[in-house]
């Protein structure tokens, strides 16, 4: 039976809403992979390799870790001389 929104099922439907998503907002990846018969956390999982790319890392509260130049591990030195610039020291 379609649910309040007409794009999923009502058991569908309550399991997106259950993980703290909007049926009615969902990236295109995330409601693609649902109608092709994953679950939501195949799906969750699905938009974060498409966002973040495959084999991204995660912190302990599941949150993408910044590894690429630029990030806190891999500071640039374009940022390190306007930081000091900013501070005064440079």
Do not use: C, Y
């Not at 909007?22 to 974060?48: C, M, N, Q, R, Y």
């Amino acid at each position: 039976m379609p649910s309040e929104t007409g794009v999923f099922d009502e058991q569908t439907e309550a399991a997106i809403k259950k993980s703290g998503r909007d049926p009615l907002s969902l990236s295109a990846v995330f409601e693609t992979a649902i109608h092709k018969g994953a679950s939501v956390d195949e799906a969750a999982d699905l938009e974060f390799q498409n966002v973040f790319g495959v084999g991204a890392k995660r912190d302990s509260k599941g949150s993408p870790i910044e590894q690429g130049k630029g990030s806190k591990v891999q500071q640039t030195s374009q940022h390190l001389a306007a930081q000091q610039k900013w501070e005064g020291r440079g």
